[in-house]
């Protein structure tokens, strides 16, 4: 396969990624597939691994960073904004509309965790896609929210929302947060040691990665609804990847995401929390995600 680093615009800025080309089919056109990472996460965090094993199984692959993150433009800088993220998923689409190797009527998207829950939305009301995996998604803001705040600490959040907002709308610089932490005691994005531990793990070859988020992007996180849009993909057909005990995005709201879904759908269900996809549970998670591809977009 061929990788080579491209840029389209979308909202007004240039977002950066990666198309992978396979080798052998240079004369025809190309089925493809759009891929973006979660939440602070960028493309050097094992997607490259899953668009090579798309690539070699005959598709074009586009995997780009979130606006305001890696590679891509945007301001202001680490800040996670679902709508404009999901619009990148859409101007990826137009993007890739105008490749002359691209089957334009051949496209699917892949996400996982926070972009799990864009390509539903972005599958429910975008039909030039054809095809959608979700891996570990995060289908509800509001309940993952409920989970990983406590009830007599979340007045407190919304008290530090409202006050980061009239600072910036008074020209004050964003509230920051960490990402991650190792210290249950500190605020940050995404608690949890399996969630600290993936994040530094992957620093060494992901230096464009920073442990900090805007305080906003929680705010917005927590109002992200994506699974009120699940009835609606059908019939494009979805694949969800599930793990077993996920904590993040927890195991029990995505499986209940997944029942209110229609037909073509399937559910697969792995061992362990919520990044084990991109490691432990590697092969599997890619091989399955390959074969609905090839399935619903490759087959004749």
């Known amino acids: 396969m061929l990788r080579s680093d491209?840029?389209?615009?979308?909202?007004?800025?240039?977002?950066?990624?990666?198309?992978?080309?396979?080798?052998?089919?240079?004369?025809?056109?190309?089925?493809?597939?759009?891929?973006?990472?979660?939440?602070?996460?960028?493309?050097?965090?094992y997607l490259d691994r899953y668009a090579e094993v798309f690539a070699s199984a005959g598709?074009?692959?586009?995997?780009?960073?979130?606006?305001?993150?890696?590679?891509s433009d945007?301001?202001?800088?680490?800040e996670v904004d679902p709508v404009r993220q999901r619009r990148g998923y859409r101007d990826a689409i137009s993007y890739l509309n105008t490749l002359p190797e691209v089957d334009s009527s051949r496209i699917g998207i892949w996400g996982s965790s926070f972009s799990g829950g864009h390509v539903i939305e972005v599958a429910a009301i975008d039909r030039r896609v054809r095809c959608v995996v979700t891996q570990v998604p995060q289908t509800s803001?509001?309940?993952?929210?409920?989970?990983?705040?406590?009830?007599?600490?979340?007045?407190?959040?919304?008290?530090?929302?409202?006050?980061?907002?009239?600072?910036?709308?008074?020209?004050?610089?964003?509230?920051?947060?960490?990402?991650?932490?190792?210290?249950?005691?500190?605020?940050?994005?995404?608690?949890?040691?399996?969630?600290?531990?993936f994040f530094t793990e992957t620093m060494p070859f992901a230096p464009n990665?920073?442990?900090?988020?805007t305080l906003r992007s929680a705010e917005m996180s927590r109002e992200n609804e994506p699974g009120r849009f699940i009835a609606r993909i059908s019939p494009t057909p979805m694949l969800m990847i599930v793990a077993d005990n996920d904590l993040l995005t927890a195991t029990d709201l995505a499986l209940s995401a997944y029942e209110v879904a229609r037909e073509p759908k399937k559910l697969v269900m792995i061992p362990g929390g919520h990044f084990t996809p991109y490691i432990e549970h590697f092969e599997l998670t890619s091989g399955v995600a390959r074969d609905w591809f090839t399935q619903y977009l490759l087959a004749p």
């Open 141 to 197: 803001g509001y309940e993952a929210a409920l989970r990983r705040t406590r009830a007599d600490l979340v007045p407190a959040a919304l008290e530090r929302f409202a006050k980061d907002r009239l600072g910036r709308f008074q020209g004050a610089a964003p509230t920051m947060i960490p990402a991650v932490s190792d210290d249950p005691s500190t605020s940050c994005a995404m608690p949890g040691m399996d969630c600290y531990t």
């Open 74 to 78: 945007g301001l202001p800088r680490q």
């Open 6 to 45: 491209v840029g389209f615009a979308s909202e007004g800025i240039s977002l950066r990624g990666w198309l992978y080309r396979p080798h052998d089919r240079a004369d025809n056109l190309w089925p493809a597939i759009v891929m973006a990472h979660g939440f602070s996460a960028v493309k050097e965090q």
């Open 209 to 213: 990665w920073r442990n900090e988020v």
């Open 59 to 71: 598709f074009i692959v586009l995997v780009f960073d979130h606006a305001n993150f890696g590679d």
